[in-house]
């Protein structure tokens, strides 16, 4: 008899924890078990809408919230493996199943049968005496269809569908090009004059990159761990300007254009909006946000942009009366300013980079920030060797509490590869839920970006990616200590402007020297990171914090300025250049150094054209005003004390979205935030 297939990914994991049996899984698997989990997801549906019993919570929105938990599972695995495992056949795949799920999303959205339950169940409310999670379900559903256009007439639902699938491919698109825009360019150097400047760690990188692409010399790629270190230490001003031009102007022009992409995205959600009755994208988006409204987002951008903008510009003219003063002649550009600014740290603040590397060698970070977590919330972390991985890089650990009790699965994804995009994220393979009272812990995953071990070197980080790791992994606790009953309510699931809070909050242990003496050690001698670098550290944490500042609004600004615009004909009547144009134009004011004809970064800007914060990039300073406000207060209480991590943990990480996020902080911090924490954090207030 011919044995039987069975496809992993449509049957349960006999792993520990149910976790994903990512050594079983096959390409070809993804397509059809995506149709079937589809297929049975739409049987769950109809047997909510032909269900005879009157519509009540539990038949309605609680079995509405429990459908489609297969193919939410597979999503999972498959498209977190599109960000940072994937390859041309995954591309594809990708492109074939996300106008199908869009559909399917859309089908259920706009499911008149099911509206009506749904409908009936709100109309209701009053009388059901639900509890608090129970009644934020019920108003997220509601507001799920409406905001999806379960009130538009039959026509509009039909051109609203067509809609969303050409989004999600357009969205979709866009990523790809710019990952293969970013592997798409190398600066190979054959001449080892050429590398002058460039510390040892960097050329052995190039020369290994260089080695594995069968290249003789030194091969620098568009990746941060080497396109960051090049432009800051190499005295090559020549391939300094090349490397930045090549790396901002990625998706203009050429085989991975994104300009045109953009402009489609943008007029597609533009429509969408309007017809839902919303003047822009943005009045649509932030109505679900803190912030409520665009005008809300201007003033905050602009209360935090008129202290910052001059001090990033005494910022800039420092850096460049620096550079004079060493023999520098000329405009200090865009491809300068780092390099400066490294000389200038060095001399002032005695900070180098890499005089700081080898103390903050990975695993020990690691092991670090796990130790956090337990002085805070008593976890441990368990590492599971024999659980199955996606990549041979990819660790996992056991998470549970000091009483045992099993919390998550948390895998880590260090190092960069061709099949990964760029950046540092947490994402999830399972999140948190409860069906028929069995409880379903989530699974957790940080992806970095860091210098992989060489032959003779242990992987070694930059102070900025010690950083980047406590960040990540604030939105893990975020996922890993979720409690509650359903999924769409729990860990990060959270708007926009409220999810950056318990990331941006870890950073600020980076910059305590209690904490940078327990593991800041030497990889080779053991020596303890000297005090008097630990001080500098701290002094210059706000080393050309007003440039950085205005960085970061100008994301915000560009984000809003296209996501404000009303007249989608006239966006899609725009070409390359007016796109390079459009976003010149709106930054002109606030450049604190020259801008460069032709580039921009819009055309790779993931963020908000492919990874979910369109309307939403100034939500990273929101959060910073957020943060700065909590950790004021952890550091009144004491910035190992258990118990005030246990208020923080009981009122903001375990409760996810179950309440709204303005009523969750003020009962935590007992008043809203303010701005001025954030300037007060970058001594900024007084400029």
Request: aromatic residues 12%.
């Amino acid at each position: 008899m011919k044995e039987t297939v069975v496809n992993p990914l449509l049957t349960a994991s006999a792993l520990p924890f149910g976790a994903p049996a990512f050594h079983l899984i096959e390409k070809a698997d993804y397509r059809p078990a995506f149709r079937e989990a589809i297929d049975h997801a739409q049987t769950e549906i109809r047997a909510i809408t032909e269900n005879p019993e009157p519509p009540s919570f539990t038949n309605t929105i609680e079995a509405l919230e429990q459908a489609g938990r297969d193919l939410d599972r597979i999503s999972n695995i498959f498209f977190n493996l599109t960000e940072a495992c994937t390859d041309d056949e995954m591309d594809r795949i990708a492109e074939e199943v996300s106008p199908l799920l869009t559909q399917h999303n859309l089908s259920i959205l706009l499911n008149e049968k099911l509206f009506a339950r749904v409908k009936s169940v709100w109309e209701n409310r009053v009388t059901l005496r639900l509890d608090t999670e129970g009644a934020k379900l019920l108003e997220e559903t509601w507001k799920s269809f409406s905001r999806h256009g379960a009130n538009l007439p039959a026509d509009q639902k039909e051109r609203f569908t067509k809609l969303s699938e050409e989004l999600s491919l357009a969205t979709l698109k866009f990523g790809q090009n710019v990952l293969a825009a970013t592997n798409a360019y190398t600066l190979h150097l054959t001449d080892e004059a050429d590398l002058e400047g460039l510390p040892a760690h960097v050329r052995e990188m190039a020369a290994a990159e260089a080695a594995g692409r069968g290249e003789e010399g030194w091969t620098f790629t568009l990746h941060q761990p080497s396109y960051g270190p090049f432009l800051k230490y190499s005295q090559r001003r020549d391939f300094r300007e090349q490397l930045w031009r090549a790396y901002n102007s990625k998706c203009i022009g050429g085989a991975n254009d994104n300009t045109a992409i953009l402009r489609r995205i943008v007029a597609l959600r533009t429509e969408k909006a309007q017809l839902l009755g919303y003047s822009t994208y943005a009045d649509y988006a932030l109505e679900n946000r803190m912030a409520k409204n665009p005008s809300t987002v201007d003033g905050f951008l602009e209360k935090l942009m008129t202290p910052s903008l001059p001090a990033a510009r005494r910022e800039v003219a420092g850096i460049a009366a620096y550079a004079r003063e060493q023999g520098f002649e000329g405009e200090l550009m865009p491809w300068d300013f780092s390099y400066w600014s490294e000389k200038y740290q060095k001399e002032h603040y005695a900070l180098d980079e890499e005089l700081l590397k080898p103390y903050f060698q990975l695993e020990a970070v690691q092991a670090a920030v796990f130790d956090l977590a337990h002085r805070l919330y008593g976890l441990r972390f368990l590492p599971l060797e024999n659980l199955p991985v996606y990549h041979p890089d990819v660790r996992v650990f056991e998470v549970t509490e000091e009483s045992g009790r099993f919390l998550a699965l948390l895998y880590l994804d260090y190092f960069p590869r061709e099949s990964k995009r760029g950046g540092a994220w947490m994402t999830s393979f399972r999140e948190l839920s409860c069906r028929d009272g069995v409880e379903e812990r989530p699974f957790i995953s940080i992806v970095t970006n860091f210098s992989k071990p060489t032959a003779d070197k242990p992987s070694l980080l930059t102070f900025h990616e010690v950083t980047t790791l406590l960040h990540e992994f604030g939105h893990a606790l975020h996922g890993m200590l979720a409690e509650g009953r359903y999924a769409s309510l729990t860990g990060t699931n959270v708007v926009r402007d409220f999810v950056e809070l318990p990331s941006q909050l870890m950073e600020n242990w980076a910059y305590e020297p209690d904490f940078l003496q327990t593991f800041a050690r030497h990889w080779q001698t053991g020596e303890v990171l000297p005090r008097v670098f630990i001080d500098r550290i701290v002094a210059a944490r706000n080393f050309l914090a007003g440039y950085a500042q205005v960085r970061q609004l100008q994301f915000a600004l560009t984000d809003m300025a296209w996501h404000t615009q009303s007249d989608a004909i006239t966006l899609m009547d725009m070409d390359t250049g007016d796109v390079v144009a459009f976003e010149l134009e709106r930054l002109r004011p606030t450049a604190p150094l020259p801008q460069v004809s032709g580039i921009v970064f819009s055309p790779s800007f993931n963020h908000i054209f492919s990874g979910g914060y369109a309307a939403g990039y100034y939500s990273y300073k929101w959060a910073e005003v957020l943060e700065a406000d909590t950790f004021e207060w952890f550091k009144q209480q004491g910035i190992f004390n258990r118990e005030a991590a246990g208020v923080f943990r009981r009122e903001i990480l375990s409760r996810g979205g179950s309440v709204d996020a303005d009523i969750l902080y003020h009962n935590f911090r007992g008043r809203d935030p303010e701005p001025d924490a954030l300037l007060k954090k970058l001594a900024l207030e007084s400029n």
